[in-house]
């Protein structure tokens, strides 16, 4: 039975994130709410089926390499461009007061320094898949608050991988400035090198593989670039969705972007799908009912503050008022990507299982909060 117990583990996990994921449509919110639900009814800790935490942990590790791949493939300089004023000044302005924002709380609510930095970082990061499946909902896809707040998305998205940079540093495994400069020296080597190496090899080697003609082949040697960039950065002290972003960034300045897009989403899907659920199954409700007072005020902190400062950001960037309202609004909450940072943070020790749990539930009331907002 043990040799087809990782087996039983996927479909204990993927078909309680389907009925998870469908309950959650039903009631208009987010699927992946529904899949981190689902996480928690079969976690250890709640009754009833159970399925084993290490073994979809490891599924989900791919999960954030994909999902970190995914956006290194779309990621759209041409979008940034085209609101770059209110994109890059905004996020400038926004990231590092949201940050602020975050680690007071963290603080205020007991957190030590570093726990509180991570919880900053969290709060910085807002759900763009979130935001763009609530516009498409509403036909406002081509509103001027639509682009506005994807191109915030892009550039608050982006600065996940310094962030990922310097969780050892902020975890103590790279100490002071030192380690700063060679989290960030080993960032940028590692940057050049991608590139480098990525124009002169990827770019050829995947037109010898599509000129063979076989999906399969050109699937098979894109999850080879991105699972083995991943790796290469790992062995270097930086983290599997670092690499596998950058590999992204490199395959989305070849021919093929559309294609390795529409190869890799699938695989993608299921496999973020898993990450999803394994967060679930981390949330120890009992936990979260003894500090609701604190994941409250978290929640409102984020909501409140992000929503102010997201607004004032594309103020003084030039946007109008009510662009600036809009777009903040469907900002103003915790996304996926504050999960694969928090996952991050919880592996290098600056958080506990239980400031873990607590982030999670943070964003998934900001999520809940934001079609009410809207």
Known sequence: MEDVRLIVDIVIALGAATIGGLIAQRLGLPALIGYILAGLAIGPNTPGLVADVDRVQLLANLGVALLMFGLGVEFSLSEVIRVRRAALLGGAIQIPLTVV?????????GWTLSSALLLGGAFAISSSIVALKVLLGRGEMESPHARVALGLGIVQDFSLAPMLALIPVIAGQRGGGFGIAESLLISAVVLIAAFLLGTRLVPPLLRVVAR???????MLTVVAIALGVALATHAVGLSLGLGAFLAGIVVSETDFEEQVLADIIPIRDIFATLFFVAVGMLIDP??????WQLVLGFALVLVVGKLLIIGGALLAAGVDHRTSTLAAVFMAQMGEFSFVLAGSGFEHGLIDIANYGTILSVALCSILAMPILV
Request: neutral net charge.
């Open 286 to 291: 009992f936990t979260l009912i003894a500090q």
């Open 212 to 218: 063979s003609g076989s999906r399969e082949l050109f």
């Open 101 to 109: 924002l975050g680690t007071a709380a963290g603080l205020a609510g």
